[in-house]
């Protein structure tokens, strides 16, 4: 069965850098789309950054210049560096690999990790 597995995660100040880390297992393969996401209590979950299968790559408003999605493709590891933190970052970050369908990513046909917390204080 595919899996995800992040780590990473923990407790940073405002203005530090954290590296977070996605290990993917053999069956899935690179030409799925990869992503970030979080989630912060009681609130929806959203993207962070994503790499297309075509390797497009974009980010959400909030992080675009801070954050780097990048990928290793042998073996399949995902990674997020996250600089310049702030308390909204804080939250559950999610990896997760979808196929690429239509032209569009279809997560929820997709896996996802358990997620890794994240925690910046100001």
């Known amino acids: 069965q595919a899996r995800l597995v992040e780590s990473g995660g923990g407790s940073a100040q405002a203005g530090e850098s954290l590296r977070l880390s996605c290990a993917a297992s053999?069956?899935?393969?690179?030409?799925?789309?990869f992503g970030w996401f979080r989630q912060a209590p009681g609130m929806e979950r959203e993207e962070v950054a994503r790499i297309s299968s075509d390797e497009t790559i974009s980010y959400a408003d909030s992080v675009r210049g801070r954050f780097t999605i990048s990928k290793d493709n042998a073996p399949i590891t995902l990674y997020l560096q996250m600089n310049s933190l702030k308390a909204e970052d804080t939250a559950m970050y999610y990896c997760?690999?979808?196929?690429?369908?239509?032209?569009?990513?279809?997560?929820?046909?997709?896996?996802w990790g358990w997620g890794t917390q994240v925690t910046v204080s100001s």
């Open positions: 053999d069956d899935i393969t690179y030409d799925y789309c």
């Open positions: 997760a690999a979808a196929p690429r369908r239509w032209g569009t990513c279809r997560w929820t046909s997709g896996y």
